[in-house]
């Protein structure tokens, strides 16, 4: 099993980034339309109209989500989503931890950087 680590650093409020993962409405917002999300544990969530799916696995508000993820790139395998997220005055530190069959570390780490956190960056930090 493959793993990827990175740490975003978004300037919002804490439960404005976790609502960026777990509401479909703001996910939309910041483009992952069409989304369906059910934050329930044991719910599922679908972003890019089911392109990327799964369900939840555990959901601690607003401290930790974790998620069996599914995607475009590779359908057949389930992947290991982990968001943890710690909050200083305002300054939300994201923490991903990705793991299952990564066939190539270079292309997720963009994907998840230009197709997640860089529109909430850019959707939250201009609220």
């Known amino acids: 099993m493959n793993l990827i680590e990175q740490t975003y650093t978004i300037n919002a409020p804490v439960e404005k980034v976790w609502l960026a993962l777990t509401d479909a409405t703001v996910a939309e917002a910041w483009g992952a339309g069409p989304a369906e999300v059910n934050a ?73 950087k230009n197709y997640y956190f860089d529109p909430i960056k850019k959707l939250l930090e201009q609220q």
């Open 40 to 112: 329930v544990e044991g719910g599922e969530f679908s972003y890019w109209g089911g392109d990327v799916h799964g369900f939840f696995t555990k959901l601690i508000p607003p401290f930790l989500i974790e998620q069996d993820w599914f995607g475009h790139d590779n359908p057949i395998d389930m992947f290991k989503a982990q968001f943890s997220f710690e909050a200083t005055e305002g300054v939300t530190q994201v923490r991903l931890i990705f793991a299952g069959n990564i066939i190539d570390p270079e292309k997720d780490i963009a994907d998840w």
